[in-house]
T-cell receptor, first 112, second 112 residues
Framework: KQEVTQIPAALSVPEGENLVLNCSFTDSAIYNLQWFRQDPGKGLTSLLL?????REQTSGRLNASLDKSSGRSTLYIAASQPGDSATYLCAALRVGSDKLIFGTGTRLQVFP | NAGVTQTPKFRILKIGQSMTLQCTQD?????MYWYRQDPGMGLKLIYYSVGAGITDKGEVPNGYNVSRSTTEDFPLRLELAAPSQTSVYFCASGRDPGETQYFGPGTRLLVL
């Protein structure tokens, strides 16, 4: 059974720092891994989707990497801003499955 | 293009009451999903549908029912509401399980 873990559960950093959010999964037979952002009281917004054949994806200041052999994905946020404050969730789709398995999220606060 | 819409935004139910959470998408997506999110937890899949007339159980289906009579609509029915069903419910849709999911804004449900 696929389990997805995110550490740390919460993170508080000053504006301008580069930071890394971690996501671990137990089953390496994944089809893809996705990163989402959730603002308080809102739904999830997709940030990046990495296919199993890819090593990383980039969008603006965000870079997500995938290492299937170690069961890890990281989301790198460059030059963090207060507007980046939100909860970030990763989710893994196993090969042959219709269902995403979500991590519990990392709550990020970027203070001025 | 409204995306995924959910109604109501917030509802208080008494134990034993029933209600239907509405979800509509206008992107012509085949796949639709219902999740629940409890505080500090990731999303748990309740039910999902791969197309009109086809539904299947997710991880936590007990106490819920769904139907999918059209491509656009995927209502979630709660029968005999219980305090354990207090949660935030998210509906999502996608063209394919391997592609990104689009989420609605959520319905916050309190069962007292």
């Amino acid at each position: 059974k696929q389990e997805v873990t995110q550490i740390p559960a919460a993170l508080s950093v000053p504006e301008g720092e580069n930071l890394v959010l971690n996501c671990s999964f137990t089953d390496s037979a994944i089809y893809n891994l996705q990163w989402f952002r959730q603002d308080p009281g809102k739904g999830l917004t997709s940030l990046l989707l990495i296919q199993s054949s890819q090593r990383e994806q980039t969008s603006g200041r965000l870079n997500a990497s995938l290492d299937k052999s170690s069961g890890r994905s990281t989301l790198y946020i460059a030059a963090s801003q207060p507007g980046d404050s939100a909860t970030y969730l990763c989710a893994a789709l196993r090969v042959g499955s219709d269902k995403l398995i979500f991590g519990t999220g990392t709550r990020l606060q970027v203070f001025p | 293009n409204a995306g995924v819409t959910q109604t109501p935004k917030f509802r208080i139910l008494k134990i034993g009451q029933s209600m239907t959470l509405q979800c509509t998408q206008d992107m012509n997506h085949n796949y639709m999903y219902w999740y629940r999110q409890d505080p500090g937890m990731g999303l748990k899949l309740i039910y999902y549908s791969v197309g009109a007339g086809i539904t299947d159980k997710g991880e936590v289906p007990n106490g819920y029912n769904v139907s999918r009579s059209t491509t656009e609509d995927f209502p979630l029915r709660l029968e005999l509401a219980a305090p354990s069903q207090t949660s935030v419910y998210f509906c999502a849709s996608g063209r394919d399980p391997g592609e990104t999911q689009y989420f609605g804004p959520g319905t916050r449900l309190l069962v007292l």
